[in-house]
């Protein structure tokens, strides 16, 4: 019905910067929310900043002042810019998206990306 792809991670040196991004595609009505989740290692799975539609933008606060979420709500994405990343940041970062599908009535569906790997390493 729906799929999110995401891409952009990789591997980087502490300092450095990642753009992720994440597109959406499928049997879409409306989508009332998109954010990304990671988990590290042996490690709960987090979130790392929520962009509601019409709602506040969030960030976990070992990001805030570092991270960006932005979408493009015609295009259907979602990024994460991410500057200034630490070893601690290193985890496999999910997209996530709250979704009113066609011919669905109301009800909102939420749905996982694969997941792309960010190794913040030197």
């Known amino acids: 019905q729906v799929q999110l792809v995401e891409s952009g991670g990789g591997l980087v040196q502490p300092g450095g910067s990642l753009r992720l991004s994440c597109a959406a595609s499928g049997n879409i009505f409306r989508i009332t929310a998109m954010g990304w989740y990671r988990q590290a290692p042996g490690k709960q799975r987090e979130l790392v900043a929520s962009?509601?539609?019409?709602?506040?933008?969030t960030y976990i606060d070992s990001v805030k002042g570092r991270f960006t979420i932005s979408r493009d709500n015609v295009k259907n994405t979602v990024s994460l810019q991410m500057n200034s990343l630490k070893p601690e940041d290193t985890a496999v970062y999910y997209c996530?998206?709250?979704?009113?599908?066609?011919?669905?009535?109301?009800?909102?569906?939420?749905?996982w990306g694969q997941g792309t790997q960010v190794t913040v390493s030197s």
């Open positions: 996530n998206a709250d979704i009113v599908l066609l011919g669905y009535g109301p009800k909102q569906y939420n749905f």
């Open positions: 962009m509601p539609s019409g709602g506040t933008t």
